[in-house]
């Protein structure tokens, strides 16, 4: 099984990411073959300073390893440094419609109907077709908000493959976890948490250190009924709690209701607090081990060729189906 999945390099990787994403990379180590990468030409959808970007992408790269991902075990790389996602993104933007990808939610949301939006922005999704189609994977783990984007995914591979041959795209599945594949803000729990919100206080950033991961829970927007229930609806606040909760300890929230049947927010907030302080510490200390590491920069140009070696091979067949070159 080969497994496929990356985060932007975009700064304030968030508690979202890790128990969404991240959390689902170090699993799938012991289940396939697992590559992961950092989607610098993601990042540029929306401009970014070069040097801070160049300094992000050096951040996710260690904390993947901060996680839990194996640099050896697994293949961990820079998008840019291997051309082919470019290549097939431009020959996947020709096999989609722009109808279906006027329909992306996230489009719609960051373009507000702004006709100055990059174009980047409107087609991300092929980008992210072709990342994920490069490497035959047949699962890719990310949170909820990915849906929409791998089923599109799915879409433009059938279409393909119903025109060039079934063996063209190998078509994947997405992979979402019960609990954490969608944690919303801490100061608004009706949306979803990010890494480009303005309040500090809407998230967990992994590195933040354990006063700041205080304040955010401890501040975090409830409501005024003071029971402790998991009610999405009505307790949009309580239930992302229990969700965060249930994600880092692995406690069911039938258990984590039970257990604090009768008991009030605070302790339910001062809890989670330490749990949460527990599970992110030795991740900072790992980070801090390698970010500025020989060892990261080696994994990385490793990395870099065991990627290309394998989007080269498929670039091939694809270059052949389409009938392209001489
Ligand atoms: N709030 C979230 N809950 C669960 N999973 C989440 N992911 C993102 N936010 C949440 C998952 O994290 C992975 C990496 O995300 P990304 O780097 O590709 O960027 P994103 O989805 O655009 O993340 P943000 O934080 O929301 O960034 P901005 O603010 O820039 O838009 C993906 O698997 C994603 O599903």
Known sequence: MRVFSGVQPTG???????????????????????????????????PKEPKELKN?????????????????????????????????SWILTCSSYTGELSRMTQFKDKAKGDESTPTGLFVYPA??????????????????????????TRD????????????????????????????????????KMSKSAESEMSRI???????????????????????IRYDIENKPGISNLLSIYSAF???????????????GYGTLKKDLVEVAVDALSPIRDRYAEIRHSGELKA??????????????????????RFGLGR
């Open 12 to 46: 304030n990787i968030h508690i979202g990411n890790y128990l969404g994403a991240l959390k689902q990379f170090v699993a799938l180590q012991d289940e396939g073959d697992c590559i992961y990468c950092i989607v610098d030409l993601h990042a540029i959808t929306l």
């Open 56 to 88: 992000h992408i050096l951040d996710v790269a260690a904390l993947y390893s901060a996680v839990g991902i194996d640099l050896k075990k697994s293949i961990v790389f820079v998008q840019s440094d291997v051309p082919g996602h470019a290549e097939l």
């Open 127 to 152: 980008l992210m077709a072709a990342d994920i189609l490069l490497y035959d994977a047949d699962i890719v783990p990310v949170g909820n908000d990915q849906k929409q984007h791998i089923e599109l």
């Open 156 to 191: 433009i591979a059938i279409r393909i493959n119903n025109r060039l041959g079934d063996d063209t795209f190998v078509v994947p599945a997405g992979r979402f976890l019960k609990e954490g594949a969608r944690v919303m803000a801490l100061d608004d729990p009706t949306a």
């Open 205 to 227: 950033s992994l590195l933040d250190d354990d006063g700041k991961i205080k304040k955010a829970i401890m501040r975090s927007t409830t409501d005024s009924d003071g029971e």
């Open 249 to 263: 300890s692995g406690r069911s929230i039938e258990s984590l209701e039970q257990g604090y049947a009768g008991q």
């Open 299 to 320: 994994a990385l140009e490793d990395g870099a060729e065991r990627a290309n070696a394998i989007a080269e091979r498929t670039m091939k067949r694809v270059r052949e």
